[in-house]
């Protein structure tokens, strides 16, 4: 019952988001796109940008990984993956993608045209090595987002961590250096490198909360307080951060990893 209420009034909430943010920004676009083949392009480039940003900042920035840590809580994939969130994260994601996409003058129509193709294909990409061994999907692992990148994205090995974040194009990734490949050698270990309980609910929807609470009750003054709140998750005021950048780049360094 819990998991249905989660979900359902995430989804609510999300609605509501997406309502709100086109009645307040559509006005403000310097132009407005149509319903044609080449604006839907522009408006899936555009709709990417948004996914990209809502989604980076949930890996960079303590608060919001608070809403998206259960996602990468499961620690085996298959499709019911798709469905594991946290229910004020929709309403988090759909507020930042559908403002982007409003102020740079999509069109709702084909907002949502494209929201629900997003949608669909974002649950594919979460498909098991049970019902898809090999999930790069032949030449076009090389053009667009597959299976296999999406699960490079939910593996705590330090070279895949925090990499791949787009959904469908991964333009964005290539662009802002975050894409990564999945290594022939590199067996993907699912899940989040908090030492948790993925078996239980509370510890996959409220751990990382917890977790924030503690860090902020115990940091000394309000700016390390304020800090832990924005700061990327492994920040620590003492300056022995244990982000997964530091983790990854020293990975690199040691390794001598081509990207
Ligand atoms: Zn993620
Ligand atoms: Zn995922």
Known sequence: LIYIFNRFVGRFIAIAMVAFCIGLFQHLAPFQTSFTWYWFIYGYIVWEFGHFLYHYWGHKVRLFWCLHSTHHAPENMNLT??????????PYADTIRTTVCILLGVKPELLFLIMFIDGTYGAFIHVGENLLKDGRLGFLNKIIL???HHRVHHARNPLYMDTNFCNLLNIWDKFFGTYQDEDKN??????ITRKMDSGNFLDVYFGEIVALF????K???LKNKLLYV????????SGEHKTAKIVRDNYLITHKVKN
């Open 186 to 191: 590199i067996k993907v270990e699912y899940g």
């Open 81 to 90: 993956v798709t469905y594991a969130h946290f229910f004020l994260e929709a």
């Open 214 to 217: 503690k860090d902020v009750y």
């Open 146 to 148: 597959t299976p296999s």
């Open 230 to 237: 924005i700061m990327p998750p492994g920040w620590d005021h």
């Open 219 to 221: 940091a000394p003054g």
